[in-house]
């Protein structure tokens, strides 16, 4: 009965944390993979050309940043 019990306490315990994890992940800011700004309403991320992550929409604006950075 007791063994009952620990097993289903531990699968309560075990779906809040990933319940937890997936709530963490949602609010995650998600950063540019050029210039590494963060996303915002202002600098809204999209998928990079080449598939390496979120990039910035605005080429341009990513490419002054990053040699902003670079100096």
Do not use: F
């Amino acid at each position: 009965m007791s063994n009952e019990l620990d097993a289903k306490a531990a699968r309560e315990r075990a779906k809040a944390i990933a319940e937890q994890r997936r709530a963490e992940r949602r609010n995650r800011k998600r950063k540019c993979v050029v210039c590494g700004v963060e996303e915002s309403d202002k600098t809204p991320l999209g998928p990079h050309p080449d598939g390496i992550g979120p990039s910035c929409k605005d080429e341009v604006t990513c490419q002054a940043r990053r040699a902003g950075a670079a100096r």
